[in-house]
């Protein structure tokens, strides 16, 4: 049921007319700047409304338990994917289509939430304070398993503290935790005012923005081939594939030992299943550059993403709710 209502959502529908788009050789095009004001909006608005939903709810420890268990899967997701690919890709790739698994996906955890408000599902705003801290872990993992192997050279002073700040001053890290805590101080007066903005004019950007990214999935499709060198197109599809579906068994496993809500589970499992393509591509750019982003950014863009919008979202909804509610 609820695989069936996703495909009839119209965020999805626009990121297929996107991907639709770019396949038959469109000149749909979504302007540079319009793409980057529709996700800056998304970071503002999901981080704001998680804050205001943080300051209705009462912290304790379950919540400090649940952040932290989000802070190790962060951790401990990126050292399995580098001993599963690292005899298949190059020590570079390795190291970060590690750092890619383990990091998050903003824009699938903020379709997760629009598709659980569709159902009518509750969620807590701490777990949007769990999105931010999941953000850039895997990036500091993922670099210290390539100098581990590879062996420490000059430079590499360098490169950890130019790591540190792109990790926790990347843009959308910084915006989120920031919109966070505005809406955890300016609480329910705070959503008065901004009520509007935030929510009558989100699902309308979610789908603008979602136009654009099936066009950018689509078109990394075919970035996947050049690195047939490292590994065949079908290797990195069914990679692409796989990943998300380990990973996000490993949160539904976490999310029933804590005794998680429904809502609140399917978004940890989606935060555990997505894949980052934006923080940790900038910071592998940066630290990282031998690196082939054809590997680990075709992967997470033009596989992972559009499977968890697609297929992801409803499926790890139906499998939690079999095994827990």
Known sequence: MEFFANLTSPPLLFFLLGAAAALFRSDLEMPEQIAKFLSIYLLFAIGFKGGVALSESAVDLSVLV??????????VVPFGVFYLLKRKLSLADAAATAATYGSISAVTFVTATSYLDGQGIAWSGYLVAAMALMESPAIIVGLFLYRLYKGSGEGEGFYARDLLRESFLNGSVFLIVGSLVIGWISGTEGKAQLGPFVDDLFIGVLCLFLLDMGIVAMRRIHDIGSAAGSLSRLGMSGWGLTLP?????????????LGLGEGDALLLVVLAASASYIAVPAAMRLALPEASPSVYLGMSLAITFPFNLIVGIPLYHFVLRTLYF
Do not use: I, P
Request: with cysteine; aromatic share 0%; proline share 0%.
């Open 66 to 75: 649940t952040l932290g268990v989000a802070l190790v899967l962060a951790s």
């Open 245 to 257: 579906l380990v990973n996000g068994a490993l949160a539904a496993v976490c999310a029933g030992l």
